[in-house]
């Protein structure tokens, strides 16, 4: 199967067939997509930006005629997105490999979103050294510095597009088979964790394996909430242990690891058993210490390192933080159990600690209590999140849960 070489072949169709004549010495078949619009392509491309921009609907007259840069940006990368995926659905795709500066890291990474975990994905960029988190999204797309513009081939864009090119090849040729499949037959089960709730969830993920579950544990960092619920939505997961909601507090207080307003909503919509705790929720996490916003001058902050402060949830916050937690686990259509650790929800949330605000932690169960269904079950343990009785129970009730719901043979 070829690699799919995605780029603009108007202004980058040098780089581009650099890239190709690398790529096909190493032995690579490569499929050329070309996603440029205007000018006239500088070699001859597998794909046509006809094609491309059919595929996005549209035609290439259009677009030329509508003369708006921004609209065929978009454009491209709807096209690219869509052929990429039904290429990959016919077999026809071994990995993606694209090259550009701002407008093709959007058209080359669009592609790549589209495909999934797995399948190697490769953008040399312009943008690689900065915020790469809208190009990358939730899937293992790898970004590399193109450290110059790429703009004609040079002493350093030479290196550089070359072990581009090698690091593609040595992809495609491995023997490891990447692959969301599982392999081994194991249902998964999806878990959520911050270093302040990592002896619970370890605790709880030796249970669920020992009980013949894979467990696939999620940094709560924004990106690892959107990405596990993106998996579940995509029906890979038997089980949710959502032990660290931390991204919720984020989204209300406007932290940096938000997962969005959607973060606790796919395993309710798909009626997979869940069970939610309130992990990290006494925190919202800001950058260094001169990144915290002015209106929160006069609140409790942590320094967990150099780069990352914590900042302590209110009472009012708390209250707020439980409804939509009740809220969210009461409109699931599934199994679904709140456990609230009582004695603390972090690692720094604990007598002597801190974060150590019983106040706080009263209102947040409050609202929980208070803003609960029927649908939904609520347990309640005198112990703190990371005591291993409260990761036993967690991992025990899921176990339960999951076992109910599966169809009789």
Known sequence: MPVLLIGTL??????????????????????????????????????????????????????????????????????AARLAAELHTQGQVSGVLSLGGSAGTTIGTAAMRALPIGVPKLMVSTLASGQVQPYVGTRDILMMNSVVDISGINCISRVVLANAAAAMAGMVHSKFEASTSNSSDKPLIAATMFGVTTPCVEAARRILEAAGYEVLVFHATGTGGRTMEGLIRDGLIAGVLDITTTELADELAGGILSAGPDRLTAAAHKGVPQVISVGALDMVNFGPPETTPERYKDRRFYRHNPTVTLMRTTPDEMAKLGTELARKASAATGPTTIMLPLRGISAIDAEGKPFFWPEADAMLFAAIRQGMKPAAELIEKDFHINDPTFAEACAKKLLTMIRRSEPLP
């Open 10 to 79: 108007d202004t980058k169709g040098t780089e581009i067939g650099f890239v190709e004549d690398r790529l096909r010495e190493a032995g690579v078949p490569v499929l050329v997509m070309d996603a440029g619009a205007m000018g006239t392509s500088a070699i001859r491309a597998g794909i046509s930006r006809e094609a491309v921009f059919q595929a996005a609907g549209t035609t290439l007259e259009a677009v030329r005629a509508a003369a708006d840069r921004g609209q065929a940006i978009a454009l491209a990368a709807a096209g």
